[in-house]
């Protein structure tokens, strides 16, 4: 080979044909008492999902039993009236299956994974803690405490303590997304088994739910209608049962603060910057997604570009709208080290103007574009996936097309609609900003910059030395 | 159940760069991974992290990509990326809507032919400061965040390619240069030191066309392969370490580390199913005697870290209740570890054990990415990519006889690191000064 000769080809290959894809077909049935039931046939697919969705979550809660729809989510498996905890786990592990229960703010679900072979009986299991849960005290009690250390764990651990920071000081006292969705330490003591018995009479009703199973349903060896009848047909629907709310969602404020949380020494800052922000069933939901990956969701997002690529201040920079049944927060998030914290900050707040001022170039435009279109088929390669999403339409109350319509949706997204959408829900004068770290070493330069009024905090953080 | 096999071809270019190929046409998905053989145990004295800041350089542009170009086009193909590096090696991967592969084959040629002609001082620097800060978000700012490197120093001694993890220390960081830089990459990035598999809605034929067109013209390095150190080591520590580590975390965490067998050692095979009998989900014997019924744990956790050369790193921890009395807990822990190797497991653990790992296997092949990364790692590890449908098969053979055997060997007080993690200010909390169980 010659010193001349190139060691690589100069030019970028283009494309091929792209494979014809949609999201993966769904049948929706009813049982006899009422459940819905999606069946989504994934050829090959032999490790099943399944998912139990209850539209309801910690949001429907009372706020004096912040952390019970959670707990109650944790405690099924603690026991129900054919096995006891352990029982139930060995019984799930012979299957070779994973069996869990959770409560988001906006749901709550119980899920399966499975070999094809033996979904009947892993349904058998999560029908049993649906159904038949006994919440042993002992053990509600047990995971009560493991919360209470959680909480305090999490008041160590600067990111939690951000975030949970940062959601405290956006939204107004009593709404309940101001609060950690597992519960405070002012709630949880209160939780115990009649507490979550009482609320789990309350919730669940299989009229209101929706079983959701996905893989290759050939490899199931029967019906699945008439499986999951089987296992769930029996169980009577609830008509005493409480429909979810509309949450109450209060802004605390609508001008600027700059929260300091002392951490002493810390080597590092962590940045949250935003407001409430909006709910998921917005008109203009795919332009605020575009707006979101030009702003702080590609790698190349202008966010991640200037403090990261360019400045070398952080690991990564992100920026999102929680699109919940409510409106969730929206957030900037960083970890910088603690020198360059208010020049970071600025450069924030300079982005979040620039995103309202001028519609996003046509390089953005299309990169945010392709990427969420072009990554659609890679996020529902397997089961757990394609259940979560169908599950997502039901916590949302989406029309069930809504995933067939995504792309095309984004496709049509223009300069104008990300512009728009920014100047609709970025607002630059009523940013909170929250920060956890040195605050002796990083107040000296934050009152410099006058980016918004400051208050410092200097509880005594656990492990910290006197 | 039936775990399918993963049918693929292994290939190798006159350079020297192995290329396996997987069909797998169930998603309009294509998955590239390339290992190289070089990891953090390459690394010198005083040139500790350079592997890892290296990756991060592999993103800042080549001969025809720009600085953070590569990541640009991979997610507008609507791709995915991204890169690791460990103890052993260091890979880069894409997952590609299938109509995209070419695309991702082109940008690895790139970098591994042409890294050098776009390498400037601005990109290094930058990259170090954000590794700086990749240290102090995942080690330095947080609860706990020491144990992995206090834990790599003790298992291994001082001298030894283990001895120090991937992020290296800020001071080496500091002192990396562009000669560093470009030297690393003349010595470890060259075809004949990677493998790349490529898997999923692909056609082999052009994909061999493809590789052949991109790679086949960059020179193989024939000093290669680089000559590591002896890594040999005794098989226990032959003592116990004992350290309290004040640390800002409101709860006690006691973690504890063996020297264990290496990966490939069937024994390994063995101890990572004792693993799961002792600490995965609730049933496990850790779980339900720390956590449930004693109530001394808030959690608990027993894991090994494989590696090629020396002694793998088997580590647990548990993370005491309030008020615990540490003495009790590592006294519980211990005595569930040493029971492993006093009586076989029961029939009934070891099925569930067995059962587990195979659902794992089976939901993890059906992956394109997971594939492709394991084909790549069977075959830079130990030339033997089959290794991914041998593997189970080891699993489900392990007998209880053959986990004893091994808990009885690793878990011994001589081959014992306790790391007790205490409220900084409470160094002197009860317990915390024990001295041993055994």
Known sequence: MSAEQPVVVADRPTHGEPRPYHFPRFERNELSNGLGLITVHLPGRALLAASLVLPSGAVDEPAAQAGATSLMARSLSEGTKHHDAIGLTEATERLGASLHAEAGWDGFSISVEVPGERLGEALGLAAEIATEPTFPSADVDRLRDERMNDLLQAKADPRRRADDGFVNTIYAAGTAYGRPSAGTEQTVPGLDAAVLAALHARRL????????????????????????????????????????????VESARHERIVRVIHREGSVQTEIRVGHVGVPRLIPDFHAVSVMSAILGGLFNSRLNRKLREEKGYTYGAG??????????PFAVRAAVNTEVTVPAIV???AELELMRATPP????????????????????????????????????????????????????????DVQAAAERHIHTDELAIVLVGDADA??????????????????ELPGQSA | MLVPTVAFSETRLPNGLRLIISEDHLAPVAAVNVWYNVGSKHEVKGKTGFAHLFEHVMFQGSAHVGKAEH?????????????????????????????????????????????????????LDNQREVVKNEKRWSYDNRPYGSWVEKMLGSVFPEGHPYHHPTIGSMADLDAASIEDVSAFFRLHYAPNNAVISVVGDVEPEQVRAWVARYFGAIPANPSLPVPLPDMSLPPTLGGEIRTVVPDRVPLPRIH???????????????????GQILAGGKGSRLHRRLVREERLAQDVALFSMGLVAGASVTAGWATARPG???????????????RMGREPVSEDELARAKALTEADELGALQRVDEKADRLSMYATLFNDAGMVNSILPRYLSTTAEQIQAVCRDVFVPDNRIVLTYVPAGAEAAPGAENTGTA
Do not use: C
């Open chain 1, 205 to 248: 009703d299989p009229a209101r739910m929706t079983l959701i199973v996905g893989g290759d349903l050939e490899a199931v060896g029967g019906d699945v209608r008439s499986i999951a009848e089987s296992r769930f047909g029996a169980w009577a629907p609830n008509p005493a049962a409480e429909a979810p709310s509309k949450p109450r």
């Open chain 1, 319 to 328: 920026a999102g709208f929680d699109l919940r049944r409510g409106a969730g």
């Open chain 1, 347 to 349: 450069d924030i707040l």
């Open chain 1, 361 to 416: 170039s046509s390089a953005e435009l299309h990169a945010a574009r392709d990427y969420l279109v072009g990554v659609f088929p890679l996020r529902f390669e397997t089961p757990p996936p394609v259940v979560g999403a169908i599950a997502g339409l039901y916590i949302h109350g989406l029309p069930l097309d809504e995933l067939d319509r995504y792309r095309p949706s984004i496709e049509a997204v223009t300069a104008a």
């Open chain 1, 442 to 459: 990083i107040l000296p330069a934050l009152e410099g910059a006058a980016v918004g009024p400051i208050t410092v905090e200097r509880e």
């Open chain 2, 71 to 123: 990541i640009a086009l991979v997610q507008a193909a609507g791709g995915t990326m991204n890169g690791t590096t460990w103890l052993d090696r260091t890979n880069y991967f894409e997952t590609m809507p299938s109509h995209q592969l070419e695309l991702a084959l082109w940008l690895e040629a790139d970098r591994m032919g042409t890294l050098l002609d776009a390498l400037s001082q601005e990109n």
């Open chain 2, 256 to 274: 504890w580390g063996f020297r264990g067998p290496i990966f490939g050692d069937p024994r390994l095979d063995a101890l990572d199913l004792a």
């Open chain 2, 324 to 338: 615990v009395d540490l003495v009790q807990l590592e006294t519980a822990f211990w005595e569930e570890l040493e």
